[in-house]
């Protein structure tokens, strides 16, 4: 059996409404004569608040690649302590024993990788293997567990898995454009972290991975002088909606009892309601974009531990797509008890 334990989230301490996201919004682009036609987006975002590293007037200033890099490294190392002591109490686990570390990302840069930050923090064995997996977005939440339950069934120790988005260090705010207004409206900061190994409340039992051809312009980043630019193509929604149906009937699931979908936004969430006939679960998916935002990598483990919280229980497909364009796959049986 393998199955993911001590799943905990961590967030930075600015929690922003939606409301002053888009005054921070009209502060900055509000002298464009189409600012005004773009503006809805806020309120179709179907965000209401989420958490950001820094307090909003650092968003009103333009940021050069190196100032953005220590943000990132220190408030990613600030958050995924105290995640995986959360995580490491939960399970009662000796950091010694754990086999192996998955670190997964695609908001940031450091080398040496977070992941030998951690090592270095928490006392791990000296031949803990290390697996930092970077450029994956959103699918990230999926694929970072797919690529540490390979490792476990290799090692058969415990692997630690973290995920940290801090996508809000991204924003460019000299930029005007749909791309830059819809990242704002929708994108948060936040960590999870979780152990995979032989028990726990939640066991994984198949996963895949299916990444289209010629599909490589849909979303990704774009490199600036200043950092990180956003790409992600308005054709995103449709796209899932007519591709993802016959991905998902090559998955070796028979009966399932809801769905654990990344919350992209509120057009990739309509998406899912259309191809899994509005099942009830996808509102969990809809209520953690309200409350955090797009947390990239992060957002479909925040479903995942809602459920958990719930009490859900039966057969469930995780789902989340990211550049390449690549879709993750993962059925788990969720238990009942804590």
């Given at each position: 059996?393998?199955?993911?334990?001590?799943l905990?989230?961590?967030?930075?301490?600015?929690?922003?409404?939606?409301?002053?996201?888009?005054?921070?919004?009209?502060?900055?682009?509000?002298?464009?004569?189409?600012?005004?036609?773009?503006?809805?987006?806020?309120?179709?975002?179907?965000?209401?608040?989420?958490?950001?590293?820094?307090?909003?007037?650092?968003?009103?200033?333009?940021?050069?690649?190196?100032?953005?890099?220590?943000?990132?490294?220190?408030?990613?190392?600030?958050?995924?302590?105290?995640?995986?002591?959360?995580?490491?109490?939960?399970t009662?686990?000796?950091?010694?024993?754990?086999?192996?570390?998955?670190?997964?990302?695609?908001?940031?840069?450091?080398?040496?990788?977070?992941?030998?930050?951690?090592?270095?923090?928490?006392?791990?064995?000296?031949?803990?293997?290390?697996?930092?997996?970077?450029?994956?977005?959103?699918?990230?939440?999926?694929?970072?567990?797919?690529?540490a339950?390979?490792?476990?069934?290799?090692?058969r120790?415990?692997?630690?898995?973290?995920?940290?988005?801090?996508?809000?260090?991204?924003?460019?705010?000299?930029?005007?454009?749909?791309?830059?207004?819809?990242?704002?409206?929708?994108?948060?900061?936040?960590?999870?972290?979780?152990?995979?190994?032989e028990?726990?409340?939640?066991?994984?039992?198949?996963?895949?991975?299916?990444?289209?051809?010629?599909?490589?312009?849909?979303?990704?980043?774009?490199?600036?002088?200043?950092?990180?630019?956003?790409?992600?193509?308005?054709?995103?929604?449709?796209?899932?909606?007519?591709?993802?149906?016959?991905?998902?009937?090559?998955?070796?699931?028979?009966?399932?009892?809801?769905?654990?979908?990344?919350?992209?936004?509120?057009?990739?969430?309509?998406?899912?309601?259309?191809?899994?006939?509005?099942d009830?679960?996808?509102?969990?998916?809809?209520?953690?974009?309200?409350?955090?935002?797009?947390?990239?990598?992060?957002?479909?483990?925040?479903?995942?531990?809602?459920?958990?919280?719930?009490?859900?229980?039966?057969?469930?497909?995780?789902?989340?797509?990211?550049?390449?364009?690549?879709?993750?796959?993962?059925?788990?049986?969720?238990?009942?008890?804590d």
């Amino acid at each position: 059996m393998v199955s993911i334990n001590g799943l905990s989230s961590v967030f930075p301490d600015n929690k922003v409404f939606q409301h002053e996201i888009k005054d921070l919004g009209r502060k900055l682009f509000s002298s464009r004569s189409s600012f005004k036609k773009m503006e809805k987006v806020y309120d179709n975002s179907g965000v209401n608040k989420r958490y950001l590293t820094q307090e909003l007037d650092w968003y009103l200033s333009e940021h050069n690649w190196s100032e953005r890099n220590v943000l990132f490294k220190k408030n990613t190392i600030s958050l995924l302590k105290k995640s995986i002591l959360q995580t490491i109490e939960k399970t009662n686990t000796k950091p010694e024993k754990i086999g192996g570390i998955v670190f997964v990302n695609s908001t940031g840069i450091s080398t040496p990788t977070i992941d030998a930050e951690i090592f270095n923090l928490f006392g791990f064995n000296n031949q803990i293997l290390r697996l930092p997996i970077f450029g994956y977005g959103c699918a990230g939440g999926v694929l970072g567990l797919n690529r540490a339950v390979t490792i476990f069934k290799s090692l058969r120790k415990s692997v630690l898995v973290c995920n940290v988005e801090l996508c809000s260090l991204t924003f460019r705010p000299q930029i005007f454009s749909k791309e830059n207004i819809v990242s704002t409206a929708l994108f948060g900061d936040g960590c999870v972290s979780y152990l995979v190994e032989e028990e726990g409340n939640c066991e994984v039992l198949e996963s895949m991975e299916y990444t289209w051809k010629d599909t490589l312009s849909l979303m990704g980043w774009g490199v600036e002088n200043d950092g990180l630019s956003v790409i992600f193509d308005k054709v995103i929604p449709d796209f899932i909606s007519k591709e993802l149906p016959d991905v998902i009937k090559k998955f070796p699931v028979k009966k399932l009892d809801g769905y654990i979908l990344h919350s992209g936004g509120m057009r990739i969430i309509e998406a899912y309601k259309k191809i899994f006939n509005k099942d009830k679960t996808i509102m969990e998916s809809q209520n953690i974009l309200a409350n955090y935002g797009n947390v990239s990598s992060v957002s479909v483990l925040l479903v995942l531990l809602e459920m958990i919280k719930k009490k859900y229980c039966g057969n469930f497909m995780m789902c989340a797509l990211g550049p390449g364009f690549t879709a993750a796959l993962s059925k788990l049986k969720l238990n009942s008890h804590d």
